[in-house]
């Protein structure tokens, strides 16, 4: 293969392989005889499995010195992996990397995400319209984007928390008269006060809609307004409008914690959206839709984040 040149090739790479791999297996054998004797942890073998992993660091770098290209080293490299689960493997191209280190990268990369899937799909919900649900379907009537609500957004409302902007995956479906609205994120994300957290981003969504539908309407939305009199006949139009709303949660799988779907029942005091109930009606399934704006949508981040606070 062509590409770009291999620094770390050396035309004696095999011997120095040679020497370096007898020194690694050789600290392989010594830990082993500590871990027997002294027990596996213990302060003489975790200072012999240090010397095991620095040898055996220096006998991959040998290895490593047989391939004139970055591509070649990269062919060998993924060929290393084992055959892909139901047969297929999406490679890289070889020679599009311009370093060994960035071929390492991108093959710890597809050892990580082999090992991740089982468990994203082990937690998993599966993929079908769950039963008594209308919305979300057809997928090509499901409007999905990432939204980024910041802390400015949210401060406008009782109970606004955090210092940082919020990053939901926002999918709408209007059906026929109504609003279905569903907000995926991930276990923990909200946190903390996640009700409150929902509930603001809900209200702030369904008050955007209403001031685009009813002009004028949004002067409700200020200063109490909702609860003068001169304003009964607006707050009507409001109300009416607000009801029309149907909100849902996707909270996206996590190593330890289920994938979840579920409808959110909220109140509704006039300007905002009140007392969510994120257990009114949880779903046994996911909707396709929503289950592809998830691993679609600008990056998608279905892959597993690290452990984060509750939900």
């Not at 050396?10 to 297996?25: C, G, L, N, T, V």
């Not at 969510?276 to 892959?303: M, T």
Request: with cysteine; net charge positive.
């Amino acid at each position: 293969m062509a590409g770009t040149p291999n620094p770390y090739y050396d035309p004696d790479w095999e011997q120095k392989y040679r020497k370096r791999a007898a020194i690694s297996e050789k600290w392989r054998f010594v830990c082993a005889r500590i871990a027997a004797r002294d027990g596996f942890g213990a302060p003489r073998h975790l200072r012999a499995l240090a010397q095991h992993e620095q040898a055996k660091a220096l006998e991959d770098a040998a290895r490593r010195g047989q391939f004139r290209s970055v591509a070649d080293y990269a062919a060998w490299r993924f060929a290393t992996l084992p055959p892909a689960r139901e047969g297929v493997a999406a490679l890289p191209d070889f020679e599009g990397f311009r370093s060994v280190e960035a071929v390492d990268a991108a093959f710890w990369r597809v050892v990580h995400q082999e090992v991740e899937t089982p468990l994203i799909d082990a937690m998993s919900l599966p993929v079908r319209q769950p039963a008594g649900l209308a919305a979300f379907v057809p997928a090509r009537d499901v409007l999905s984007s990432w939204r980024r609500f910041s802390p400015a957004e949210l401060s406008r409302y009782p109970a606004g928390m955090g210092a940082e902007p919020v990053d939901c995956l926002v999918s709408f479906h209007q059906l026929g008269n109504e609003f279905h609205i569903c907000i995926a994120h991930r276990w923990g994300r909200l946190s903390p006060r996640s009700r409150d957290q929902f509930r603001n981003i809900a209200t702030l969504l369904a008050r955007q809609t209403i001031e685009v539908l009813h002009p004028g309407v949004g002067m409700i939305f200020t200063e109490g307004r909702h609860a003068a009199p001169q304003y009964r006949d607006l707050l009507r139009q409001v109300n009416a409008a607000a009801r029309r709303f149907h909100f849902y949660r996707h909270l996206l799988p996590r190593r330890d914690l289920k994938e979840q779907f579920g409808q959110v029942a909220m109140g509704w005091d006039g300007a905002r959206f009140i007392d969510p109930d994120f257990e009114a009606v949880l779903y046994d399934a996911l909707p396709e839709a929503l289950r592809a704006a998830a691993e679609n949508a600008g990056g998608a981040p279905l892959n597993l984040p690290p452990p984060e606070a509750g939900p």
